[in-house]
T-cell receptor, first 115, second 116 residues
């Protein structure tokens, strides 16, 4: 079983839809969770960061972490064509200075929002 | 403006040649990373450095080499020993999160390497 699993999609939705993106993981030591957005041929940019379980909201984006189920989600409300990109989840066990602090990435989900 | 720069944006190499990819950051970050991204493979860690003059191998270090002589710079050399070097290469740097211990990584724009 891979450490981080993410459905690659592609996922196509109409403009204005609510989008749900998900990752599952196997390492119970993970406690830092991030979502990155990557436009085609660009570097990933950090969207959301969450520590441990719970929700975090930033504008149209909400990140959820359920450590008991080893499952994280990113919700996008009122999706826009400009949200069309690949979304990467990433997580780590923490501990700056050791390899456990390195991020483990999902393979990314490609999202297309149609006008 | 603070940020991470990578050059060149596109790079073409003949088989058997070594090439060096540049990565520079002015964010005063201690740690720097190199990833390789292939379609359907996600990001795979090549090398990382948490401090000047020190670096560690990642998951796919074979055929690559790095140096970290300055805090701002972390060049990656793709050697002729790398069997399948055509890929999108991403450099990142990181800080400590407020109140936490782990790294939030910020990425450069990437270099697309093609072997002819």
């Amino acid at each position: 079983q891979k450490e981080v699993e993410q459905d690659p999609g592609p996922l196509s939705v109409p403009e204005g839809a609510i989008v749900s993106l998900n990752c599952t993981y196997s390492n119970s030591a993970f406690q830092y969770f991030m979502w990155y957005r990557q436009y085609s041929r660009k570097g990933p940019e950090l969207l959301m960061y969450t520590y441990s379980s719970g929700n975090k909201e930033d504008g149209r984006f909400t990140a959820q972490v359920d450590k008991s189920s080893k499952y994280i989600s990113l919700f996008i409300r009122d999706s826009q064509p400009s949200d069309s990109a690949t979304y990467l989840c990433a997580m780590s066990a923490g501990t700056y200075g050791g390899s456990q602090g390195n991020l483990i990435f999902g393979k990314g989900t490609k999202l297309s929002v149609k006008p | 403006d603070g940020g991470i720069t990578q050059s060149p944006k596109y790079l073409f190499r003949k088989e058997g040649q070594n090439v060096t990819l540049s990565c520079e950051q002015n964010l005063n970050h201690d740690a720097m990373y190199w990833y390789r991204q292939d379609p359907g493979q996600g990001l795979r860690l090549i090398y990382y450095s948490q401090i000047v003059n020190d670096f560690q191998k990642g998951d796919i270090a074979e055929g690559y080499s790095v140096s970290r002589e300055k805090k701002e710079s972390f060049p990656l050399t793709v050697t002729s020993a790398q069997k399948n070097p055509t890929a999108f290469y991403l450099c990142a740097s990181s800080i400590r999160l407020a109140g936490g211990l782990t790294d939030t990584q910020y990425f450069g724009p990437g270099t697309r390497l093609t072997v002819l």
